[in-house]
Nanobody
Framework: QVQLVESGGGLVQAGGSLRLSCAAS????????MAWFRQAPGKVREFVAS????????YYADSVKGRFTISRDNAKNSVYLQMNSLKPEDTAVYYC?????????????????WGQGTQVTVSS
């Protein structure tokens, strides 16, 4: 089993920055693909960014490319999401997710473990 705990959400003005953290417990963190998803009220959960476990490749949704950066520290079993130039449309609950294996996964149903989510609110 893997447990994920997110932190770092909050309220920020448009143009500001936030850094989300996700601490993982359990086995084989370094080989798992880790990702961030978000869900705004009334919308489906959407992919934001991922980091594969083996090659360390990173992928981003077009809506956040160039503004968000995903990183991981395998020694600390942690993954991060640095969010810059935030926009009101980035407002959502952000979830950390872990896959069972390393791979290129972009759909929520491809991830096996989820955190409880952290609220990010961007005011205009």
């Amino acid at each position: 089993q893997v447990q994920l705990v997110e932190s770092g959400g909050g309220l920020v003005q448009a143009g500001g920055s936030l850094r989300l953290s996700c601490a993982a417990s359990g086995r084989a963190f370094s080989v798992r693909t880790m990702a961030w998803f978000r869900q705004a009220p009334g919308k489906v959960r959407e992919f934001v960014a991922s980091s594969t476990g083996s090659a360390g490749n990173t992928y981003y949704a077009d809506s956040v490319k160039g503004r968000f950066t995903i990183s991981r520290d395998n020694a600390k079993n942690s993954v991060y999401l640095q969010m810059n130039s935030l926009k009101p449309e980035d407002t959502a609950v952000y979830y950390c997710a872990a896959a069972a294996y390393s791979g290129n996964y972009f759909e929520a149903n491809e991830y096996d473990f989820w955190g409880q989510g952290t609220q990010v609110t961007v005011s205009s």
